[in-house]
Nanobody
Framework: QVQLVESGGGLVQAGDSLRLSCSASGRTYSITLMGWFRQAPGKEREFVAHVNWAGGWTYYADSVKGRFTISRGNAKNTVYLQMNNLKPEDTAVYYC??????????WGQGTQVTVSS
């Protein structure tokens, strides 16, 4: 089992920056990808970004490309999402997720990000 705990959400103004953190514990050797998803009120959960756990290569949704950066911590049990130039449409609950055994099947509890205009 893998456990994920997010932190770093909050209320910011448009154009501000925020960094989310996700700490993984347990059988982290089973993780192939770590990612961030988000869910805005009344909308489905959507993919934001992911990082390859072993190699570090990354992939982003078009809506955040050039503004958000996903990275792994030096201890390799932490993943970050640096969010710059935030927009009101980035407002959502952000979830950290682990891709294990072919699926995104492990999720954190979520952290709220609210961007005011």
């Amino acid at each position: 089992q893998v456990q994920l705990v997010e932190s770093g959400g909050g209320l910011v103004q448009a154009g501000d920056s925020l960094r989310l953190s996700c700490s993984a514990s347990g059988r982290t050797y089973s993780i192939t990808l770590m990612g961030w998803f988000r869910q805005a009120p009344g909308k489905e959960r959507e993919f934001v970004a992911h990082v390859n756990w072993a190699g570090g290569w990354t992939y982003y949704a078009d809506s955040v490309k050039g503004r958000f950066t996903i990275s792994r911590g030096n201890a390799k049990n932490t993943v970050y999402l640096q969010m710059n130039n935030l927009k009101p449409e980035d407002t959502a609950v952000y979830y950290c997720a682990a891709h294990i055994g072919g699926n995104w099947n492990t999720w954190g509890q979520g952290t709220q990000v609210t961007v005011s205009s």
